[in-house]
């Protein structure tokens, strides 16, 4: 338990012999599961959205246990993965339904393309949001027909279980959604060896172990990975607005977000004014370890964290850093809390320049105009996300096109993009190819199979239309479909 450092509970491990049992198992369920009408199962997920908003208190409390983070922190993954139900419970029956596309030859072929379920999909998900990053990509698949064998991080497993039996309360068969807790090595390797599909969330070294282990198997492998993420404020930006969505960018979830801001590009005509309100901002803040909403952040997930940010701070000071607010662990508080830490002047051979901190660790830098900042944004080998603050939108915009990121937020840190789940979200570079979210998040669950019905005339040679006469005939037709416009 981050906040004290205690054991919170134990639970039985996992070897590679229960990933076999438990897939078999969830192989069987899934054939009756996926046999069940869209609509059946589109509800279930309405049902469990319900029970998520009626037991937030419960939720709050485990993810508040197993991870450290602020319960406003927490409470957004509450709110994400009831959305992420209701979007997807919204648009599964259409997505999934048979789709009529253009045929061969317009009226005599008639084309459908239509989804089937992949089987078992497996999910490898994280510590720093178990709920969102877990439950929350169970939900396309589970809507899609598939069965789901699911790795939670082994610090994080509570989270996991609690929001299976909710998902199980609202009317999902429990064989469907299997859980293995174990050693990552041994029971992520099991997972992937075993199902149709992966989504792995995590760092980029692990990622590309999963995405080899996969590609062996050719099956597809969703990787989302780390992010060095960087926010630009333009001279025309409103100030208030920029440092509260820097606040909120850096600091919340105690910076363990992979969608946190840890780099500042600030025009140099405003970076004075920022840097001032920025640091009067973040030494206001309450540190603290209650299951309450009095604190405004939390404690880092266990020793491990703590020594990754101390280190890059200490490191990035010996480097000729300056620390303008924090840079400190607080003890007094729990043995893994550290004060949200703004630092200045970091060089380019300091370790948290270009390494992801993936803790309360923000670096302010000043650039001249959008040439600078839009080049040192993409200085970067990872592409995750970013976000541009300015009154002119359109401008922004613009901006936004030229960053190598595969989300930029305007006038917002991260939430407006990650909300936004009718749209992908995911990286590029470093970040990982992976994507969720949007009808293609549910699609990316299935295979799909094309239906074509030939009618009249069959295509191809015929014993009235053969040789020249076929090859005439066919390119005349051809030329009409492009006259007419037909794809």
């Known amino acids: 338990m981050p906040f004290t450092g205690e054991v919170l509970v134990q639970l039985p491990a996992a070897g590679e012999e229960n990933v076999v049992e438990a897939a078999a198992e969830a192989r069987i369920a899934q054939r009756t599961w996926a046999a069940r009408p869209v609509a059946e199962r589109a509800a279930v997920l309405m049902r469990w959205h319900d029970a998520v908003l009626r037991r937030a208190d419960e939720l709050l409390d485990v993810i508040q246990a197993e991870t450290g983070k602020a319960r406003a922190h927490a409470f957004e993954e509450v709110a994400d993965v009831a959305n992420v139900c209701r979007y997807y419970a919204r648009v599964a029956g259409r997505a999934l339904a048979p789709q009529r596309r253009s045929g061969a030859f317009p009226v005599i072929t008639k084309t459908i393309e239509q989804h089937h379920p992949l089987g078992l999909v497996g999910l490898i998900s994280p510590w720093n949001y178990p709920l969102t990053l877990g439950a929350g990509d169970a939900v396309p698949a589970l809507v899609a027909g598939n069965a789901v064998l699911h790795k939670p991080d082994t610090h994080t497993a509570l989270t996991t279980l609690?929001?299976?039996?909710?998902?199980?309360?609202?009317?999902?068969?429990?064989?469907?959604?299997?859980?293995?807790?174990?050693?990552g090595a041994a029971v992520g390797s099991a997972v992937v060896d075993t199902v149709d599909h992966v989504v792995f969330t995590g760092s980029t070294a692990t990622g590309r172990l999963v995405g080899e282990r996969a590609g062996r198997?050719?099956?597809?492998?969703?990787?989302?990975?780390?992010?060095?993420?960087?926010?630009?404020?333009?001279?025309?930006?409103?100030?208030?607005?920029a440092v509260a969505g820097a606040v909120r960018g850096a600091f919340n979830s105690t910076g363990q977000l992979c969608l946190s801001v840890e780099r500042i590009y600030l025009h140099e005509s405003i970076a004075d004014e920022f840097e001032r309100r920025l640091v009067s901002a973040?030494?206001?803040?309450?540190?603290?370890?209650?299951?309450?909403?009095?604190?405004?952040v939390g404690s880092l997930a266990g020793p491990a964290q703590l020594a990754k940010v101390r280190g890059h701070v200490e490191d990035a000071v010996a480097q000729g850093a300056r620390v303008l607010a924090g840079g400190r662990a607080r003890p007094d508080i729990g043995p893994y809390f550290?004060?949200?830490?703004?630092?200045?002047?970091?060089?380019p051979h300091a370790t948290c320049y270009a390494e992801e901190t993936f803790g309360p660790v923000v670096s302010l830098y000043r650039v001249s105009g959008d040439e600078e900042a839009v080049a040192a944004v993409n200085d970067s080998r990872y592409g995750l996300n970013a976000s541009v603050w300015s009154r002119d939108r359109s401008r922004a915009v613009g901006l936004?096109?030229?960053?190598?990121?595969?989300?930029?937020?305007?006038?917002?840190?991260?939430?407006?993009?990650?909300?936004?789940?009718?749209?992908?979200?995911?990286?590029?570079?470093?970040?990982?190819?992976?994507r969720r979210h949007g009808i293609d998040g549910l699609?990316?669950?299935?295979?799909?199979?094309?239906?074509?019905?030939?009618?009249?005339?069959?295509?191809?040679?015929?014993?009235?239309?053969?040789?020249?006469?076929?090859?005439?005939?066919?390119?005349?037709?051809l030329r009409m479909l492009k006259r007419v416009g037909r794809t």
């Open 162 to 183: 609690l929001a299976r039996d909710l998902a199980i309360e609202a009317g999902l068969p429990p064989a469907v959604w299997q859980v293995v807790v174990g050693d």
């Open 217 to 241: 198997r050719l099956i597809r492998a969703e990787l989302e990975l780390g992010g060095k993420n960087a926010m630009i404020v333009r001279a025309d930006a409103k100030i208030g607005a």
């Open 282 to 296: 973040v030494r206001e803040f309450r540190l603290g370890a209650g299951f309450d909403y009095r604190a405004d």
């Open 338 to 347: 550290y004060e949200p830490t703004v630092l200045t002047g970091v060089p």
């Open 400 to 434: 936004a096109g030229r960053l190598h990121t595969g989300m930029v937020n305007i006038n917002e840190a991260y939430a407006s993009a990650w909300g936004s789940v009718d749209a992908r979200m995911g990286g590029v570079k470093d970040s990982g190819p992976g």
């Open 443 to 477: 699609l990316d669950t299935t295979w799909s199979q094309t239906v074509a019905t030939q009618r009249l005339w069959p295509i191809g040679e015929h014993r009235t239309l053969r040789g020249r006469r076929f090859q005439a005939g066919m390119t005349t037709a």
